[in-house]
C-alpha cells in the first residue's frame, strides 16, 4: 500500500522567495516519486520524478527534489519564486514495477510581489 | 511530443442522462490510460484503469456500470457517465502511459468539467 501526506495545503511566499513544500510518502516496495504542477482548470504538468537513480532530482522551471529514504520525504524547492509559479502542486507515489499514482492532497503555492 | 487531449473541456448536463468523454493520445499510442476525477480544491482520486482491448479495472468503490471504460484503440478511451446526477459533478482527467527510458509516465490531458443540473 502506498500513501502520500504533503504538509500544508496552502503556501504563501514573496516574489524572488524560496519555495519550499512538503512531501512525505508511505511504500511498501521501492517508490517511484514524482511531483505535478497543475494550473486552473487544466491538466498535471510533470515538474520532476525520482527513479531510483539520482537522489537529487532536478526539473523543469528551476525546481528540484531531494529523496530521502531515512525520511521518506521527497520535498521540492526552488531558490527563487517567481510569479508563474502560483499553482497547486502535487507529489505522487507509484511502485516500481508499475505506475498507478497515488496522490498527495496537494499545496496550493500563492505568490505574493 | 506526449500530448493528450480531452474533449469536451467542460460539459453540462440534466440528471438522468448521460455524457461521453474523450481522452486521445494524439502523437503516441497508449495501450494504458487512466482516469481520475478531482472534486473542487481536492487531489485527484484513481477511477480505473483503462487497457486497450480489455476491460478496465476499477478502483474499490467505484461504480463500473455507473461509469463506463471503453478503450477501443491504441489512441482512444472513453469514460461515458450514464445516469448522471448532481454528485458527479467533477472535473475529469484521463492521463496515457508512456514507457520512457525504462520507466512509465503519465502524460495528463487538460481534464474536462461536469457539471450535472
Known amino acids: 500500500a502506498q500513501s502520500v501526506t504533503q504538509l500544508g495545503s496552502h503556501v504563501s511566499v514573496s516574489e524572488g522567495a524560496l519555495v519550499l513544500l512538503r512531501c512525505n510518502y508511505s511504500?511498501?516496495?521501492?517508490?517511484?516519486l514524482f511531483w505535478y504542477v497543475q494550473y486552473p482548470n487544466q491538466g498535471l504538468q510533470l515538474l520532476l520524478k525520482y527513479t531510483s537513480a539520482a537522489t537529487l532530482v532536478k526539473g523543469i522551471n528551476g525546481f528540484e527534489a531531494e529523496f530521502k529514504k531515512s525520511e521518506t520525504s521527497f520535498h521540492l524547492t526552488k531558490p527563487s519564486a517567481h510569479m508563474s509559479d502560483a499553482a497547486e502542486y502535487f507529489c505522487?507515489?507509484?511502485?516500481?514495477?508499475?505506475?498507478?499514482?497515488?496522490f498527495g492532497g496537494g499545496t496550493r503555492v500563492l505568490v505574493k510581489p | 511530443g506526449a500530448v493528450v487531449s480531452q474533449h469536451p473541456s467542460w460539459v453540462i448536463c440534466k440528471s438522468g442522462t448521460s455524457v461521453k468523454i474523450e481522452c486521445r493520445s494524439l502523437?503516441?499510442?497508449?495501450?494504458?490510460m487512466f482516469w481520475y476525477r478531482q472534486f473542487p480544491k481536492q487531489s485527484l482520486m484513481l477511477m480505473a484503469t483503462s487497457n486497450e482491448g480489455s476491460k478496465a479495472t476499477y478502483e474499490q468503490g467505484v461504480e463500473k456500470d455507473k461509469f463506463l471504460i471503453n478503450h477501443a484503440s491504441l489512441t482512444l478511451s472513453t469514460l461515458t457517465v450514464t445516469s448522471a446526477h448532481p454528485e458527479d459533478s467533477s472535473f475529469y482527467i484521463c492521463?496515457?502511459?508512456?514507457?520512457?527510458?525504462?520507466?512509465?509516465?503519465?502524460?495528463f490531458g487538460p481534464g474536462t468539467r461536469l457539471t450535472v443540473t
Open positions: 492521463s496515457a502511459r508512456v514507457s520512457s527510458t525504462g520507466v512509465y509516465e503519465q502524460y
Open positions: 511504500s511498501s516496495v521501492p517508490p517511484y
Open positions: 505522487a507515489v507509484s511502485p516500481a514495477a508499475g505506475n498507478k499514482l497515488t
Open positions: 502523437d503516441f499510442q497508449a495501450t494504458t
